[in-house]
């Protein structure tokens, strides 16, 4: 039984990447996962439950890793090379689910709006308030340039993300599969760390 839900989870991470959820189909799903389609209603009930449940299988993987990262006592420089390092890392690995958060932000951004914050409400208690609260520590320490908590992890996202995102246009204009360079994700975090450290640490 539990191997039939990973089947399908695993199939339906596939079918929302593709397709996101409007257009995602559980007959496609069920086929891809080898089981009857009425396994998934078994499992999820609906396939809105499913998308839930595809998104905050992979979501709670990365929240770990940052949940464990913020609650540290480093320091500004050490953030931000952990960050980077658990960021792209872990994209590299999920390069679906990046597509299926893409998709649907353009065709549904009011599910992911509320997926997200669902997930946030559940899991996140003290909301971002401690890792504001440590950007400020380190603004007033003098450690970084940036006093808004907001511009400064804005900053570290956008680097780490928008490569996973905008691949194709990459790789069409340079002719280039970025997964097939290699020790290109390892570069890349190297590359994001230096301009991060250069830009953001005083």
């Not at 089981?35 to 979501?59: C, D, H, P, T, W």
Request: net charge positive; charged share 25%; proline share 2%.
């Amino acid at each position: 039984m539990a191997d039939a839900k990973e089947r399908i989870l695993h199939a339906a991470l596939k079918e929302f990447s593709k397709e996101g959820l409007g257009g995602a189909r559980v007959e496609r799903i069920a086929k891809n996962a080898c089981i009857n389609k009425a396994m998934i209603f078994y499992y999820f009930s609906s396939k809105q439950n499913l998308y839930r449940e595809v998104l905050y299988g992979v979501m709670s993987k990365i929240f770990g890793q940052v949940s464990e990262l913020i609650s540290q006592e480093t320091g500004a420089e050490v953030f931000l090379e952990k960050m980077t390092e658990i960021y792209i890392t872990f994209l590299a690995k999920n390069q679906d689910f990046v597509r299926m958060i893409a998709l649907d932000m353009i065709r549904n951004p009011g599910n992911i709006d509320r997926f997200f914050k669902e997930f946030f409400e559940d899991r996140f208690e003290k909301g971002p308030g401690l890792l504001f609260g440590k950007v400020q520590e380190w603004y007033k320490k003098g450690e970084i340039l940036e006093s808004d908590p907001l511009q400064f992890i804005i900053n570290i996202l956008s680097l780490n993300i928008f490569v996973f995102i905008g691949k194709p246009i990459f790789e069409a204009i340079f002719n280039v599969k970025i997964d097939e360079i290699e020790g290109f994700y390892q570069n890349r975090i190297k590359s994001v760390v230096n301009i991060l450290k250069k830009g953001m640490l005083k």
